[in-house]
């Protein structure tokens, strides 16, 4: 309403609109993690405090896998619903200094094995072709397991010489 001296009162209208803003989810689109044992997250922000983000299927994982996640905040007061899909990929840990390395014994009448070295605590070594006690070479295979990794074949050769 605009009203002044010597002039008629003019009255305005006009309608104000505020639209909601757009709402953004700030993820990498493929998230690695390495398995420890414990549940592995999505890393996703989202812009804004009015809500909060949801993970479908869920938010975490503990298995070892590859997986297609979807995350979302819905609709609010202020600002518009949003949707973003990453891929979480849980990983094998390396099977650091692990090594299995051949051997040589002379003949004595003995059984003669070889055996991992640096067998972590938590894994246990399986063997094939070990345990020889006559002159020969011999493959031995070592099969590594652990919780959380996928199994580590490896392979030595065993010799005894003749005596």
Do not use: C
């Amino acid at each position: 309403t605009i009203t002044g001296d010597n002039h008629e009162t003019l009255v305005l209208e006009a309608a104000l609109t505020i639209e909601k803003a757009v709402a953004t989810i700030t993820a990498d689109d493929e998230q690695f993690r390495t398995y420890d044992g414990t549940q592995q997250l999505v890393s996703a922000t989202l812009d804004h405090t009015e809500t909060t983000l949801a993970f479908s299927p869920q938010q975490g994982y503990a298995a070892l896998g590859d997986y297609t996640i979807t995350i979302t905040a819905e609709e609010t007061t202020n600002y518009l619903e949003a949707t973003k899909t990453v891929r979480l990929v849980v990983e094998d840990p390396s099977w650091d200094d692990i090594a299995f390395y051949d051997a040589t014994f002379a003949y004595n009448g003995a059984a003669h094995s070889i055996f991992v070295s640096h067998l972590p605590t938590a894994a246990t070594a399986v063997y094939t072709g070990n345990a020889q006690t006559d002159a020969g070479v011999y493959e031995v295979t070592a099969t590594v397991s652990m919780v959380g990794h996928t199994d580590l074949e490896l392979t030595a050769m065993l010799t005894i010489e003749k005596a």
